[in-house]
């Protein structure tokens, strides 16, 4: 029998997490249930949810546990219980994400644990425990178990022997069910969705893809990931149509329409091609920024910074899966810097209170010593950390002991960069005395001062071969051994970031005004100057740099855009914000990024998707339409017109034609579509040619907490009624129709996009 009282002061108490232990049965669960229907139970919380887990369905060894159809499931019962506790809050419930990446779902019910009580029945595994992790310390957490070793530290444990009704045999591993051969049919998708919403579908779809990991499927599961905000809380058939047309990688069935009039996209939505998604990781904390991010051999490493209220986390993240492996909270720290071990042993941070780096164990989170400076490089094989100060002294220290190998006097004047060669022999330095110096780690011993200037970034050329340097008054590459200095551009501005190939073959640097830089480090010869997004408002933003280990590919600008250094094309990207060439795996496969509030784990290798131009997701301020529109002309500040074909979006030469950019005024919208419109801004409005339909871009109110896409409505003017709807560009700044109002174009900070608008009188 189960002992209510102590259960009732386990869930009156402290404590957040209480464990009911005891071996498996009907009773056991009946008796919980009708526990948690007492008056008096109902009434002590705001709400109480309920998830039954069981025995996992046995999943294939390749398939990383995220992916997993049990993990989906789980997902899909979290969202069936924010949808629960959502019917109370309805509008709090609107700004919800459905989430359908696992990290999601915690996420989202970690936000609404204040005050309820959720009861998870037949807990069998960590991995189930550990999604529970961020609202136990905010809601009240009930774990129904056979294992009491399963429960987190400090769970009050409430014994529940020989509980009435038969224990049963003890459960086998499930086996996969069947899955179902139309999962990517897009009308039967829709369908699926219109049920149970998009974790509904991506429950479906893991079971296909542990079935078979069959690359359609891969594909559709990882864009519903990516694009899950745009179907949260959709159950209008035509719209949800719509949305699997324009975002998801199906072909349409034969005879298949989202029933019009709907709008299609006209060529593949900017920013999400040659970069495909692997993992979405969800930031916690809305309100915190992502300030760095640094990948290891085996590991992700986050820190995020509170601007308000102060405060930073440290963050070591389990990539490819998703899991959060440690939590390091620092009270009261503005940005704070990291340095970390290849191998994870040990971490060095920096808040802006401190005057040098701590040095810590990251499991057990103790610190074991300080070294003063603000600059930092480790060696390649984290055998000794080196921090810079202001004075110019250099201090080598052994990680293992912390003990000072070397103290070096090497600059007069505040060091600005390090940079370490690739075999850990040499540890180069540039300072504000304008000079740049090369001292031997074995024996501490500075060699000759390298004078050219003020020197902001300093990086090794894989080899060891070439130091490349770079400051206001150019780049420069030196010789290790004999201190040769070469300049091989004249500077000019404000260094943003400096990389090299993995093979030494090319250099890259990116100043401020003069963009991307791709040099050729056997002549010093400039390869190419490829124009980079720097984010909304170029002058503030800081243009980032990354190189492939083999050199294959460049990542540039901010958001991040791929380019072949060998030509110089622009081969893709992706919409994300905070990222650096410390986020690239070891082999290049996948690096990191900050995208919206998540970190995203991109694979650089996925082939192009059809019919995409990378040019479509640079940043667009003003569009015109051609009088019979056949070409649109785009233009952001300080660049000369682009123009697109209408049709297709392909890249088209300069036309002939005098392009005029004029504003357009907003369209007015009426008092109904204003008050539909309610929680949303209303960016841009425009009539179709014929007057018959209004297409509104909204924004929003929530833009800055969960959502993250603008929408394109169009209304029927006559009734003020909404007839189409789909999400478009996350920063969008206006929309237009074409002369004879079979389409519609969308611009703004994410790029362009067009899309088509078919009526009833077209099918």
């Not at 700004?95 to 069998?124: F, H, K, N, S």
């Not at 090497?410 to 370490?420: E, F, I, N, S």
């Not at 539909?676 to 907490?705: K, M, Q």
């Amino acid at each position: 029998m189960i002992d209510f009282e102590r259960l009732d002061r386990a869930l009156t108490g402290t404590a957040h997490v209480v464990g009911l232990v005891g071996p498996p049965g009907s009773g056991r669960t009946t008796l919980a249930s009708a526990y948690c229907a007492r008056p008096e139970i109902i009434r002590r919380f705001r709400g109480i949810g309920r998830i039954s887990l069981g025995t996992p369905p046995d999943t294939p060894g390749w398939l990383p546990w995220p992916d997993s159809p049990a993990a989906a499931e789980l997902t899909l019962q979290i969202a069936r219980t924010l949808k629960q506790w959502g019917s109370h809050e309805p509008r709090r419930y609107h700004q919800v994400r459905e989430p359908v990446a696992v990290d999601q779902a915690a996420a989202e019910l970690a936000a609404w644990g204040d005050g309820r009580l959720l009861v998870v029945d037949e807990v069998v595994s960590a991995e189930q425990v550990a999604m529970f992790e961020g609202y136990q310390r905010r809601g009240r957490l009930l774990l129904i178990t056979e294992h009491v070793s399963l429960l987190p530290r400090g769970a009050v444990v409430v014994w529940a022997p020989s509980p009435p009704g038969e224990p049963g045999p003890r459960p086998e591993p499930r086996r996969l069910p069947e899955p179902n051969s139309l999962v990517t049919d897009p009308r039967w998708m829709s369908e699926r969705l219109a049920e149970d919403g998009a974790p509904g579908l991506a429950a479906d779809l893991a079971l296909a893809w542990a079935a078979r990991a069959d690359p359609a499927v891969v594909a559709v599961a990882r864009t519903l990931r990516d694009e899950e905000d745009a179907f949260a809380a959709v159950r209008e058939p035509r719209t949800l149509a719509a949305l699997v047309s324009a975002l998801l990688p199906v072909a349409p069935a034969e005879g298949y329409r989202p029933g019009p009039p709907y709008l299609v996209n006209r060529w593949p939505p900017p920013g999400r091609f040659g970069a495909a998604l692997i993992r979405r990781i969800p930031v916690e904390e809305a309100e915190n920024e992502l300030t760095d991010i640094l990948v290891t051999g085996n590991s992700l490493w986050t820190v995020t910074s509170d601007p308000v209220h102060g405060g930073a986390e440290i963050s070591r993240w389990e990539p490819l899966s998703g899991r959060r492996l440690i939590r390091l909270t620092l009270k009261e720290a503005g940005p704070v810097r990291i340095a970390v071990a290849p191998d994870d042993s040990w971490l060095a941070y920096s808040t802006p209170s401190d005057a040098g780096f701590n040095v810590a164990d990251p499991v057990t989170r103790r610190i074991h010593g300080f070294i003063p400076g603000r600059v930092a490089a480790a060696a390649p094989d984290g055998t000794w950390l080196a921090v810079a100060d202001e004075q110019g002294v250099v201090r080598i220290h052994d990680t293992g002991t912390l003990s000072l190998n070397h103290q070096v006097s090497v600059h007069w004047a505040q060091v600005t960069a390090l940079a370490v060669a690739p075999d850990g022999s040499w540890l180069a330095s540039a300072g504000k005395d304008g000079t740049v110096r090369i001292t031997d780690v074995a024996t501490g011993r500075p060699g000759r001062a390298v004078t050219i200037g003020e020197v902001t970034h300093l990086a090794a050329v894989p080899g060891g071969m070439w130091l490349a340097a770079a400051g206001p008054y150019g780049v420069h590459l030196i010789q290790p051994s004999t201190g040769r200095n070469r300049r091989i551009h004249a500077g000019g501005g404000v260094p943003h970031a400096l990389t090299a190939a993995g093979d030494g073959s090319w250099l890259a640097a990116a100043y401020d005004g003069a963009g991307l830089l791709v040099f050729d480090t056997t002549t010093g010869d400039l390869r190419h100057a490829p124009p980079v997004p720097a984010g909304f408002f170029p002058r503030w933003s800081r243009v980032r740099l990354a190189a492939a280990p083999d050199g294959s590919w460049l990542a540039a600008g901010n958001p991040l855009r791929i380019y072949d250094p060998v030509t110089g094309e622009h081969r893709g990207g992706f919409p994300a914000g905070t990222w650096s060439g410390r986020a690239v795996a070891p082999d290049g496969s996948w690096m990191a990024a900050h995208a919206g509030h998540d970190v995203v784990i991109l694979d650089l290798h996925a082939p192009p998707v059809p019919g995409a131009e990378p040019g479509h997701a640079d940043l667009v301020q003003e569009l015109v339409v051609a009088p019979d529109g056949s070409w649109l002309a785009t233009r952001s500040a300080q660049e000369a017109p682009r123009f697109w074909d209408a049709t297709n979006g392909r890249r088209l030469p300069v036309q002939a034609a005098d392009v005029t950019f004029e504003a357009t005024p907003t369209a007015e919208t009426g008092d109904a579509v204003r008050s539909a419109h309610d929680g949303h801004t209303i960016i841009s409005a425009d009539v179709s040619p014929d007057g018959r339909w209004l297409a509104v871009l909204d924004l929003p109110d929530a833009y800055h907490g969960r959502l993250r896409h603008s929408w394109l409505r169009v209304y029927d003017r006559a009734a003020s009624l909404e007839v189409a709807a789909v999400p478009v560009l996350e920063v969008a700044l206006g929309c237009r129709w074409s002369p004879d109002g079979t389409a519609l174009f969308v611009w703004g900070g994410d790029g362009v996009q067009g899309f088509t608008w078919v009526t009833q009188s077209r099918v």
